[in-house]
Each structure stands twice: as structure tokens, then as C-alpha cells.
């Protein structure tokens, strides 16, 4: 029962360029989306969220867009830098519950 | 920055074997999760916690797992009777409040049944 997907399990982008990292989800019970990364050996670490009320937020480099239409979310990072390669994983909530429910990661290779 | 610790790093396991993993939450956070990801696969919620019961788990989360708060510093969960298939990694979080952005997963520990 995959409710939250990740299709691409792996991307490569160029330094400075943008990298744009997808994400479906198929319940619309989800409304609060969030997007962690993960290094080797490390836990997953909280990058960006958007409640379903947006359909963007943005921090620095990172904005993440919903389409709540279409059941889809995409993080965009630009300009790309070596040290964001890592796997990214999109999770996705219902108020009311205490659990994410994550994606299967995709693996970012940002090259020098 | 305060952090999530687990322990041990890494725990090898024979099967049939009770294993016990632990975590100490970020000390103000009162909201505690156990999520585990088996290799190449995604991170599943198994358990979160709070005011010293369970508040959800999933259906991964049968009898022979239990969590407990032992004391006012480790969340720790017990996997009684160990299978192959529970070689994963488990992590733990803990939060301020319910779900949102306050999070903080620990480093995980890598359990090996064989």
C-alpha cells in the first residue's frame, strides 16, 4: 500500500543547477507534507514542510510546491551544491494522527 | 543542538531473541515515535507514545513489540521474540507536540537477525 511515492529512485544534477525532486501521494486524508534528507548513517533530518492550505512555501534554496489537484509535491533546490547529495524523503500527514507516512526516497548526486 | 541518541549503534541478533533497543528524547519533548526502515525500503511508522501509553501504532506493531518509558530520560522498545525480517533499521523521534516540523529523528540502530 504505497500512499506516498517516489519514483525516481535516483538523480544526478550539476553544481548550481536546480535539482527537482518528485513526490504523489493517493490519499486526500494528507494535509501536511513534509520533505526530510538523509545522510549515510545519520537519521532522516527535517528539511521543508507545506500544509495543503499553500501550495508553496520556500526557505533559502529550498521550495517545495503542492498541487493538491493533481496529488503531487516536488522540492526544488537551487542553486544545487555538493553537500546537498543525500536521499531525499517526502512524508506526508493527517492532522489528527501523530504518524508520517514516507516515500521511498529518492537519492540526490549534486557533481562538482 | 540538542539531539536524539540511540543505542547501541548496531545489534546483531539470533533469532528467537529478545532484543532491546534504546533512545533518549530530546529532554523536552513529550511526544516519542518508533519508525524502522528495512534496506532499500521506506521508513515505516511503527509506534508513537505519549503521557506513558501508546497514542498509535501500526500494524507492524504486533505483539511482540512493546515500548516503554522507563524512566524520565529513555523510550526504549523491545522486539520479544526476534524474526529474520526484523533486521532494519530503527529509528527513534521525539517531538515538542504531535507531528509538524518538530521531529528530530535519532541516528538509528541497525538490527541484524540472523
Known amino acids: 500500500d504505497q500512499q506516498v511515492k517516489q519514483n525516481s529512485p535516483s538523480l544526478s544534477v550539476q553544481e548550481g543547477r536546480i535539482s527537482i525532486l518528485n513526490c504523489d501521494y493517493t490519499?486526500?486524508?494528507?494535509?501536511?507534507f513534509l520533505w526530510y534528507k538523509k545522510y549515510p548513517a545519520e537519521g532522516p533530518t527535517f528539511l521543508i514542510s507545506i500544509s495543503s492550505i499553500k501550495d508553496k512555501n520556500e526557505d533559502g534554496r529550498f521550495t517545495v510546491f503542492l498541487n493538491k489537484s493533481a496529488k503531487h509535491l516536488s522540492l526544488h533546490i537551487v542553486p544545487s551544491q555538493p553537500g546537498d547529495s543525500a536521499v531525499y524523503f517526502c512524508?506526508?500527514?493527517?492532522?489528527?494522527?501523530?504518524?508520517?507516512?514516507f516515500g521511498t526516497g529518492t537519492r540526490l548526486k549534486v557533481l562538482a | 543542538e540538542p539531539e536524539v541518541t540511540q543505542t547501541p549503534s548496531h545489534q546483531v541478533t539470533q533469532m528467537g531473541q529478545e532484543v532491546i533497543l534504546r533512545c533518549v528524547p530530546i529532554s523536552n519533548h513529550l511526544y516519542f515515535y518508533w519508525y524502522r526502515q528495512i534496506l532499500g525500503q521506506k521508513v515505516e511508522f511503527l509506534v508513537s507514545f505519549y503521557n506513558n501509553e501508546i497514542s498509535e501504532k501500526s500494524e507492524i506493531f504486533d505483539d511482540q513489540f512493546s515500548v516503554e518509558r522507563p524512566d524520565g530520560s529513555n523510550f526504549t522498545l523491545k522486539i520479544r521474540s526476534t524474526k529474520l525480517e526484523d533486521s532494519a533499521m530503527y529509528f527513534c523521534?521525539?517531538?515538542?507536540?504531535?507531528?509538524?516540523?518538530?521531529?528530530?529523528f535519532g541516528s538509528g540502530t541497525r538490527l541484524t537477525v540472523v
Open positions: 523521534a521525539s517531538s515538542p507536540y504531535p507531528g509538524g516540523d518538530g521531529y528530530t
Open positions: 490519499n486526500s486524508m494528507f494535509d501536511y
Open positions: 512524508a506526508a500527514a493527517t492532522s489528527g494522527t501523530y504518524k508520517y507516512i
